[in-house]
């Protein structure tokens, strides 16, 4: 089995920053493509960054030149760093991964249960 956890969630002011971090444990082969998605009260969940094995990133456009994602292969974990926050940015940040356990096995996404932002005005 494979987990995955997420930290570094708080309460922060409007303008400030935050860093999140997911760890990646378990039955790990290969861990592939990693995102961050982010779920808003009363809203659909939505992705928020990539991140390749290889390091190829793609940003949604509300948090380009704000938020940075990066990884750490050697350690399966995955951040998120977010600058310059807005009261809109607030929400359940989830993380979720594509794991292969096995040497040619299949690939298999995993969630975290999330971690709670929220950007005060």
């Known amino acids: 089995q494979v987990q995955l956890v997420e930290s570094g969630g708080n309460l922060v002011q409007a303008g400030g920053s935050l860093r999140l971090s997911c760890a990646a444990s378990?039955?790990?082969?290969?861990?592939?493509?990693m995102r961050w998605y982010r779920q808003a009260p009363e809203k659909q969940r939505e992705l928020v960054a990539a991140i390749s094995r290889d390091g190829i990133i793609d940003y949604a456009n509300s948090v380009k030149g704000r938020f940075t994602i990066s990884r750490d292969n050697a350690k399966n974990r995955v951040f998120l760093q977010m600058n310059s926050l807005k009261p809109e940015d607030t929400a359940v940040y989830y993380c979720?991964?594509?794991?292969?356990?096995?040497?040619?096995?299949?690939?298999?996404?995993?969630w975290g249960p999330g971690t709670q932002v929220i950007v005060s005005s």
């Open positions: 979720s991964g594509e794991v292969a356990s096995d040497v040619g096995g299949t690939w298999n996404d995993y």
């Open positions: 378990g039955r790990i082969f290969r861990l592939n493509i």
